[in-house]
């Protein structure tokens, strides 16, 4: 039987008990720093789920505000729709009265009548002083009585607005300088009234106008699409009411609005471009009989003069204007791109 007391005095005894002394030691430590270290890790759990709570309801939140910022501009762009619908359906048809203005001419209805009387007066002179029969006389006298003011007064009315559509982004880039510089939207409609080129700055001239008197400018800035009734103008008068009535940022929309006029003006410039070609072609086939009758006029005058002393060639001349008439207008309708 072995003795203990050998076994403790070996060295195998030494080494055995300082190993279970390091376990002991390890042990304690351990329990002890445990508790702390999950104390941290929970602390530090806790702090995550709260800051990602937070950062969750604080999106959520801005996302409720997006969304409900949306569904008020669909609101304004869906009443501003219904409203213009209303005005189209129980307003009457357009006034020529209208047109003069949009022309910009200054006429009165007794004045532009007075022209016109005087047009054809003068046409029907001229007529019967190169021995015209009376029939040709009394078309020209209607044609200079109703066709030649109408055909005036809407070629200037075209030629403004293609100013205007030229101008009307220049003016729109001003008014956003000035806004995102810190001015009020007033001083900017100013500064775009004096600088703009006409017919911009009179129709903002106009608006201030309006806003001197005591008019809202979302109810002044209407006075634009009505006299210059383009999808542009149209597009102004949408920002600023819904800007008014919405809020958010004038600099920003408006800044979207010029670009949008800019690709707008590029594109009609790129379809003027691709129709041109067919344009000419227009122009030329309408203009090539008028081209051989003055030929044949110089080449051979007894042989043409037959469709003008004879009924028959009279009647045969009548016929040709006409179809003629209804191809050019088939033609301009189909090269007749609008944007």
Known sequence: MADPNAFLASPLADYLITFLILISVVGVTFIVLTPLFSKNKLGERKDDLIQKKIGSSAGSVKKVDINARRKSVQDQLKAIETAQASKKKNAEKPVFADWIGQAG??????????????????MLALSMAFGQPLWISLALLFVGTLGAPRFYVSRRRKKRFEKFLNEFPNAVDLI???????????????????????????????????????VPLAEAIHNIPKRVPLQET???????????????SLSEALGNLSKTLRQRKEMKGKIRAVSQEAKSSAAIIGSLPFIVTLML?????????????????LVLIGIG?????LGVLVMRK??????
């Open 105 to 122: 001419l200054t006429w009165s209805k007794p004045k532009y009548y007075l022209i016109s009387v005087v047009c054809g007066l003068t």
């Open 176 to 214: 956003v300088r000035g806004v995102k510089s810190g001015m009020p939207l007033g001083d900017c409609l100013q500064i775009a009234a004096t600088e703009a080129k006409d017919p911009v700055g009179i129709e903002f001239s106009y608006v201030l106008d309006k806003m001197q008197m005591g």
């Open 234 to 248: 149209n597009f102004l008068a949408i920002v600023i009411t819904i800007q008014s009535q919405a809020g958010g």
């Open 297 to 313: 006029s110089a080449v051979a005058p007894d042989y043409i003069r037959l469709l003008i002393d004879t009924d028959i060639g």
């Open 321 to 325: 204007l006409f179809w003629m008439s």
């Open 334 to 339: 189909m090269i007749d791109f609008k944007i």
